[in-house]
């Protein structure tokens, strides 16, 4: 049974054909999503680098809404992906069409530039915050303080990618599954 689906996102309205298929492993229809590459022609530089701005704007948002998602217990701890994951979905990608592949890697670069900028210690946005300290209160942070501060972070840190690493190894499967279940589609 094929469903005519419409989406509209602001003055953009479009139909698109559904197919439910039949997952007989749990006994249910099961419908999969296929994100697709937005394809648009540039007639300028100017254009494009609105365009440019717009999607990496966009880009922006969806990290900090992922973030805001593991705090609010919408995603877990789990769905995170590491060097593993990311080679995986790459991979996949780079089958399915060079576009993808390169928007992938595109949101990657943004991903890691935003996570970067946190105000963490250890990552550059920790940095920025010890130097706007220095700025408004015009003395250094304590070298003690700022070495223990990091020390903490860097092993916090470390235990984090350990996990992923962990987790991305344990998902393998799953995530094979997954992304032959959307290459048969």
């Known amino acids: 049974v094929n469903y005519n689906l419409t989406i509209s996102r602001g003055d953009y309205v479009t139909d698109v054909l559904i197919q439910p298929y039949f997952d007989a492993e749990y006994q249910l229809y099961r419908l999969g999503i296929l994100l697709d590459v937005e394809r648009f022609s540039i007639a300028s530089l100017s254009n494009a680098l609105v365009k440019g701005v717009q999607l990496t704007g966009m880009s922006i948002a ?34 399915e069409n060079v576009a993808s592949f390169f928007n992938l890697i595109a949101f990657i670069s943004i991903t890691l530039g935003v996570m970067n900028l946190l105000p963490i210690p250890v990552l550059d946005g ?22 223990v501060v990091n020390g903490l972070f860097v092993v916090c840190l470390i235990g984090i990618m350990a996990f992923v690493l962990v987790n991305d190894i344990l998902q393998w499967t799953n995530r094979v599954d997954l992304l032959q279940g959307l290459n048969s589609k």
């Open 62 to 95: 969806m990290v900090f809404k992922s973030v805001a998602m593991l705090f609010d217990g919408t995603a877990s701890i789990n769905d995170l992906s590491g060097p593993v994951g990311i080679v995986q979905m790459a991979s996949f990608q780079l089958s």
């Open 126 to 147: 920790g940095h920025l915050v010890l130097l706007i300290y220095e700025a408004l209160f015009k003395r250094p942070v304590p070298a003690k303080f700022v070495q």
